[in-house]
Structures are given as structure tokens and as C-alpha cells.
């Protein structure tokens, strides 16, 4: 038995030297539309789509913006952390699994620094049915147990533990972190209300709600309801779980309930909840919140190529969402049902969100144009007077993630290993546009010239304007041919601002890329982008830089690039609190090992390189030699596994 063992042994140590290589960029990952089906993890698919022609004839690229104090059509007030993000429950792993994710802590420091906190949905289709437990294998606080079809995603039921939330309110206590959370809606007979006992007793005010039922005018379709259950059946279902969190003694948690978030299409829609006598006074006093879920597009016939859906073309789609009429169109329907919020003081939040449901559109959802398209239809959701906005993560199945925090199907180290999507820049220009001291900014949409050119003014508690966005979704590969030039008249008596102080005070930022077809390369205000792919840690790299607004008189003049956008100071004060860095954290730990911080461009010119040029590998367990060294260990493990298999046949002499 010895004998076998060292033979055994010293088998397996070779072929673990042969064997070790870690990829750092897996070969031939950029590919350029036509669009043909990839088949790998979505997170992963590199395609990049031809970016739209520069219009013929030119749109104007020149024009002037009066400004003016309290202008009608202003928005509602709006907080600083107005858009936040939706993490589907079953990958709560991008946040923590039995550590808390660095990377996560950085990048929600990152907007909070700019906008003073974060607002972060827990939840989704698996929110649905998931079972707290007391404890998990291996110290895991959430797991997957089994395959259910939800809308109509596989979606696996889940069980979590306390320290799920426990780990929640830990990141609070790091970084201004503030929750929303989903209640089980699947069983009515036997409301499962564990999750809101033990987030009222670990977290308390870092929760902002509880969402009762997720998409519940899809629940028919799906199979979680019989067929005829109505806007009316669901509110009946609110109220029955509203008295058992009352019997219980968390009315607090009562008073805090998000409802009727429907989705885009259904057997019932937001509007049947508005219609007179849907929503009596008894159900208005149940919800704190009302909701919205939608995505202007889907990708579902790819997904599910069996469901019969006809499929769309990435490259069409792009177009579609390169203009300023895209985000209006979009939100039209809905902008009876944001007066009927008002009418009943609520709140209205579009809960989960993004630019094209089941997992988004390669080489579209993953673009710089997207980011600039979110900014857009952010800053439209506000104008329509929308209270908040998450848009969805949803894992490696996704391409619209904000962040892709898996690491990638080859074999690579832990270490840096998150991807930042385009999305991500567009909330750090959202925090930074949207900041107020007084956390009450309004928004007022603006003319512009052609529908490839978005405009709007931020205004503050005084209704003066402080704040300018404007978006160039033109693409002219970088030969200044979409280049427009906006001037804008700010001082004296129509604005109650000091144009003097312009001269001298007034700054911007860019947000730019090459491209729109770009998913890389994207700076905002002079960083560099958090890293390549499975290369960032969360933290910025290089310093934020904001220009001065040349400027005669109180009149100013912005060059907007081809594509591009600008965000405008208007006031020495709307930048002052940027000049504080984020309160980052070191990447020093990773899960079950402690890592060196080693810059990653180091690590990616030292080994790797798909194995092609002889060096070894940084992931835990391999070894790190050259092809040569690897070579001549398997030829010295041959020979030692001869000599003591020899040696233990053979009788000494």
C-alpha cells in the first residue's frame, strides 16, 4: 500500500506543475458585431457593436441655454441618493459570502462620498421563496436548494441565515448603506416574516421597507397564483400579511411596506391599482412605498429559446437607445401613474430596472452608450417625479450588471478579480449631479437642438440652478465632427446667481469613452476607470479632475465630445464636498487566504497569458514556474517516482 502511495503521490505533483496556469484574459475575447451567439457566462461576452453613423445632414452643434430662478415644471425634490441598485437575492454573494466583499465596500464608498449614501434593494424573483435557517455549510450565509421557474427564469429556491443580515448591517456600519428587503409572497396561508423579525432586530433604521410581492401581476402566468387573481386579490394578500406583522408586533415594519411593483406586461398593471375605488383609503394607509418594475427591452428569445419569442438584434437595438426620445418614450405610460402617487403621498420608486430584461443585450447593456442612455433615463425619471430608481444585478448571467463580481470560468486568482460595468460611471455622475446640501434637488428637463443631445438644469431648495447635464450620444470616432458647443447665460437677475463669480468658480467633468460601443477605457472626471476586466478592487484609479468653464461676463461656453458628457458646476459650493476622497478599504484579505496587494498590470505581464509563454500561476495551490522549469520537475518527479518505487519493491542489500 506505501508503494502505491508515493507512486500515486508523486503522479499527482507532477501533473499539478504541468497543469498550473492561470489565465488572466482569456484568448481572442474581443469580437465585433455581426452578432453571432455566444454561449459562455453572459458576464463574459465581449462582443462590441458598430456604433450608429454620424446623422446626414449634421444636426446644429451650436446653441444657448437661458437659465432662469424657479422656472416652471421643476421636478418634486429629489434625494442625493436617488438611484441605487437591485441585487437579485440569490447572488447576495457580491456583497458577502463568509466575508464581506471589498470590493463591494468600495464601490458603495465611492458614490457615498459623493452623494452621502447608497440605497441598495436585496431581493427579486428569488426573494419570493426564500427560508431563513440557522446555519449553513461550510459558514455560508445564503445557499441555493433547488430549481423553480419564476419569470420564467430557473431561479433556485433559497435559504439564508441571520448573518446574512448581520453581514448587512456590518457594511452599513462602513459605509452609508441603507436597505430594502423583500418579504416570501409565495405562500399565503403561512407568511414566512423571519426575514423582517431578524432585520428589524439587526439592522432597525437601516431598513427603508419591505416589498410585499415581486411582479404579482405576473404571478398567473407563472404558475403562483390560479387563474383570475387580480389587482384586488393581491391587495386582499397585503392586507392578511400586514395583520399578521401587527399580531406579531412589527408595525413598525407595517408602516414601511413597498407595493404593487408590477412589471412591464401582465395579466393586471399598475393601472388597476389606480382606477377608482382599487386603491381605497384602507390599502393606501398599507403601503409606504409604491413601486414600479421595468426594463425598456428584453432579451428573453435568447434566454429561453424554446418560449416562442421573437429574437432581437443587439445592433438595432442600440440605435434605439442612442437617443434623448428614448427614456421619454419609455416613461409616457407611466406618468399618470406618478400623479397618482402624488395624489396619495406616496413615494414612487421604479424598484428594479435596466436596459433590457433577461440579462440585457450583448455588446448594448455592457456600452459606454448605455451609460450615457442611463443618465438620461435617470435624470427622466426624476423630471416625471419619480422618488428613486435601482437598477438590477443579476450575476454572471447578466450583461447589464453594474458590476460583475464572479470570478471568470477559467482559472483565476480571487485577487482583483471584479469587472465595473459602464452603468457604474453613470451612478457616480448621478450622485455627483443630484448632491444637495439640503438632499432636495429638482430637476427640470431642457430644449436642446436634436433628439441625439439630452439636457437638463438641477436646481436646489431655493430653485436656483446649480447643476447642468448635458449628453452627446453622436459617435464621430474621434474626429470632432459631433462636437456641440452649448453656452448658457447664468448671472444677473434671471437666475439670483452672482455672474461673477462664474468667471472664476465654475467648473465641469466629463464622463468619456472612445466609443459608445465601448466597455472599457471610460473615464469620469480624468480617472481611469476602476480597472480592466477581472481587474478591480473597487477603488479609483488615477485623481478626479474638474476643469474650469471658460466663461466672459456670466456668459459660458462647453464643448460636449463625440460621444460624451458634461456635468456642469454652477456654484464653488456643489463641488466642495468632492474634494474629501472616499473612505476606501484595502484589498488585503481575500476569502479563505491572505493575498499580497500586488498591482494586477504586474501580475498580467509575470504569468498567465493563457499559458502561451511560459510562466506559472498566482492562483492558491499552483506553482509558480516557467515551461522550462515545469518541464524539467515532471522529468525529475519521473525519475524520483522510478527510484522509490524501486526502492520499496526491491530488498535492501
Known sequence: MLSHFWVVLLGLYARAIAGGVTVYHPPDVTRLSAYVQYTSAAAYDMLQLH???MPNPSPSQNFFLQLVTNPPGLSIPVSSSFLGFSIEMSVAESICTTLLNVPFLNLMANIAQRSGGVVVRIGGNSQERATQVSSLAHGRVVDRVGLNYIHPNPTSDLVYTADLLQMFRQISGLVTVKWFLGIPFNDTS???LDIVSTAEQILGPYVLGYQVGNEPNLYTRHGLRPLGYTAGDYLREVSSMSAALTELGYGTARERLVGAATAHTGEWSQDDIARPGGFSEDYASKFAYLALEKYPSDNC???FPDSGIMAKDPQLEFERFLKHSSPKTFLQPYLHYSMFAQSQGKPLLMFETNS????GFPGLSDSFGIALWAVDYTFQMAYFNFSGALFHIGGQVGLHSTWTF?????????????????VYYASLVIAEALFSTSNTARVLELPSQSDLVSVYAVYDTDVKPTKLVLINYMDDGQSDKGVVRVSFDIGGGLTGQDGHSINHSSSYGYLLAPSVSSKYNITWAGQQTWGM???????AQGNEENKIIPCRSSICTISVPAPGLALVFLKPSEVEHLAVPSKTFATTITPAHRTAVVDPLVLATSNGHGGARGFGSTSEGSFFLSNSDRIFCVNLCTILTFIV?????LPYA
Do not use: E, H, K, Y
Not at 645 to 649: G, M, Q
Open 51 to 53: 456604433p450608429p453613423p
Open 190 to 192: 403561512m407568511w414566512r
Open 301 to 303: 428569445a435568447v434566454q
Open 356 to 359: 433590457a430584461s433577461c440579462g
Open 406 to 422: 464572479f470570478p471568470p470560468p477559467w482559472n483565476q486568482t480571487p485577487f482583483r478579480q471584479w469587472t465595473i460595468g459602464p
Open 533 to 539: 476586466p477581472f481587474s478591480s478592487d473597487g477603488r
Open 645 to 649: 518505487a524501486r526502492s520499496l519493491f
